[in-house]
T-cell receptor, first 114, second 112 residues
């Protein structure tokens, strides 16, 4: 594809439910990042995948958050037992290895937890 | 995480004027700095980067200045246009390839 795509674009869920957010990176980009952006806030780093190396999970806020990347391409961010404070825009980005300064972002998934 | 902050949360400029967006960082070991632009409803878009061994770097209508002494970064936009209206984020990292730490952002509004 031409860019990073994310789905769904919007997700409304009830407190306590699990949600899965999907990211399709740019073909050939082996680095993939997840960020969270709350209203009027900056980007909060969540997790980073680099090739076949173990992911950097240092930004995940709690054990309710997890992510995986299958086949070095598509990534899924899972939030279990969602809470209202999880409401935010979740952004995915990809880059070439060693070029993390030039990340290409997707449009984001807006998650609303009622 | 790293501490990256911005001096002004909002900035309004007249079309055609130059804009200066400032950013402070706290980690003196940071080696890489970048600026991103985020338009409403879209993901951030890379603008320009600078390494710590440089003081200045120019792009198309944009210039980034780095002052390592006071740990300050600025983005200058020449002849600001309405299409420049967006939120601008600075970010820093101790290396080139891994995660960057983003600031809160400055909202730039260009007045026609």
């Amino acid at each position: 594809g031409a860019g990073v795509s994310q789905s769904p674009s919007n997700k409304v869920t009830e407190k306590g439910k699990d949600v899965e957010l999907r990211c399709d990176p740019i073909s050939g980009h082996t680095a993939l990042y997840w960020y969270r952006q709350s209203l009027g806030q900056g980007l909060e780093f969540l997790i980073y995948f680099q090739g076949n190396s173990a992911p950097d999970k240092s930004g995940l806020p709690s054990d309710r958050f997890s992510a995986e990347r299958t086949g070095g391409s598509v990534s899924t961010l899972t939030i279990q037992r969602t809470q209202q404070e999880d409401s935010a825009v979740y952004l995915c980005a990809s880059s070439l290895i060693g070029r993390g300064y030039e990340q290409f972002f997707g449009p984001g998934t807006r998650l609303t937890v009622l | 995480g790293e501490s990256v902050g911005l001096h002004l949360p909002t900035l309004s400029v007249q079309e055609g004027d130059n804009s200066i967006i400032n950013c402070a960082y706290s980690n003196s070991a940071s080696d890489y700095f970048i600026w991103y632009k985020q338009e409403s409803g879209k993901g951030p878009q890379f603008i320009i980067d600078i390494r710590s061994n440089m003081d200045k770097r120019q792009g198309q209508r944009v210039t980034v200045l780095l002052n390592k002494t006071v740990k300050h970064l600025s983005l200058q936009i020449a002849a600001t246009q309405p299409g420049d209206s967006a939120v601008y984020f600075c970010a820093e990292s101790p290396n080139t390839g891994n995660q960057f730490y983003f600031g809160t952002g400055t909202s730039l509004t260009v007045i026609p």
